[in-house]
């Protein structure tokens, strides 16, 4: 498997296809992680969510990660990693706007993910029909690409068993 | 769509199948996600790596969570999400059983992900060939399964437009 740095052109590109997403944002020192739904419009994130858990956190700290990938297989994939801070877009005049623009990115894409109207994210939490509309601004991001290399293709046979078992195995014997 | 929670046992099954998850950690209040592979023993969950930037977070604070999901359609999926912490199993002779459990484990399963001897987690981190087992051990788990609802298949026909369209139109413009 050959794993190639993508560039910052690449990602936006991913960025931009992609609408499904793993957010991860953090309360006191414990991680979560879900996957969401979002949009972005070249410079940042937008997405949706009824009151829970993950809008606590992000609350607490704006800091998070999304991940964004496309795997194939084993060795065919993407995988685009943002740095970003999350900015609660709330109903009040100043944000008229932004509310729009996210509401027509989110609008443009194919929903695969919670529907904002259903609230399951943590149990402690009632069911609640608002919805927060959220920005999360970019800070950094990183990509990485992998394709099958000649080797991979040559091991693929069955006789010869996977590449990684059988670097495990000397791993593990040495 | 109707969305249920799911029983330990349903989790842990789909922990069971499972070998391509999202892991999220965090270094100074700054959450990181990547895509791992781990191998689940109806207990703990195993893992290798290379020494790279999620090494460093989970040396720094152990918890994590780790979320598998199952995305077939917008409103057809199951998510897991496992709290847990981070337990490196280095080289020595205390966990040489264990170590053999996880390489075990992992064997068995189809390598989607992060072939160990690749480290391309962080530019600041120079590639580096020695593999790090870890165990997560889980603390707690919740996982909620998604199924398409009557008025969603009634509302699949284009000329209504879905139903999270119709309701953002209604939340933002009442």
């Known amino acids: 498997m050959l794993i190639e740095e993508m560039t910052v052109e690449e990602c936006r590109d991913v960025l931009t296809r992609a609408s499904l997403a793993r957010l991860a944002c953090e309360m006191d020192g414990q991680p ?5 739904n979002l949009a972005y419009d070249g410079s940042d994130l937008f997405g949706f969510a009824t009151m829970g858990y993950k809008i ?3 609350r607490g700290n704006p800091l998070v990660c999304v991940e964004i990938d496309d795997i194939k297989s084993q060795s065919e994939w993407t995988s685009v990693v943002v740095f970003g801070s999350y900015e609660e877009l709330p109903d009040i005049p100043e944000h008229e706007k932004t ?3 996210a509401y027509e990115l989110l609008e443009r894409r194919t929903m695969w993910w919670e529907p904002a109207c259903v609230s399951i994210a943590h149990p402690a939490y009632p069911k609640s029909f608002a919805p927060i509309f959220y920005r999360i601004r970019v800070d950094r991001m990183t990509g990485h690409r992998a394709s099958p290399d000649r080797v991979e293709v040559d091991s693929s ?4 068993g996977s590449r990684l078992s059988r670097w495990l195995e000397h791993v593990l014997t040495h």
Not at 32 to 36: A, E, G, R, T
Not at 157 to 160: A, D, G, I, L, Q
């Open 32 to 36: 979560y992680v879900i996957p969401v």
């Open 56 to 58: 606590d956190c992000m």
């Open 99 to 101: 509310r729009a623009h």
């Open 157 to 160: 046979s069955p006789k010869h």
